[in-house]
């Protein structure tokens, strides 16, 4: 079976507070395609958490990278969590900075 990717979901009593979608990379790793937190939410660790989910099950499948194009805006966020900065692309939406981290 192929694989096309994942979607992560975080909620709480039925409420979705986050969702990232993870896709698979022709090298056999993996980009972060996006990450949502519910605006109400910010500041309370969920997108952190849910990037570790994220770097963790990667691991377990033998993965040994997780790739992201970040926003300038919150480059610090995942600077935070540990990624490196690759460099800047250029996207329909504007300029990414093109961020890894190993999952050890």
Request: proline residues 3%.
């Amino acid at each position: 079976m192929k694989d096309e990717g994942y979607v992560y979901i975080a909620e709480q009593a039925g409420v979705i507070l986050a969702f990232s979608v993870v896709l698979p990379l022709s090298d056999g790793n993996a980009e972060l395609d996006g990450l949502f937190v519910e605006p109400t939410t910010w500041y309370q660790g969920i997108g952190k958490q849910l990037v570790q989910t994220v770097l963790n099950n990667l691991h377990t499948k033998g993965k040994t990278s997780l790739r992201v194009l970040s926003n300038p805006q919150v480059e610090g966020f995942y600077i935070a969590l540990g990624f490196e900065r690759l460099g800047e692309e250029y996207t329909q939406l504007g300029t990414a900075i093109c961020m890894i981290k190993y999952t050890q």
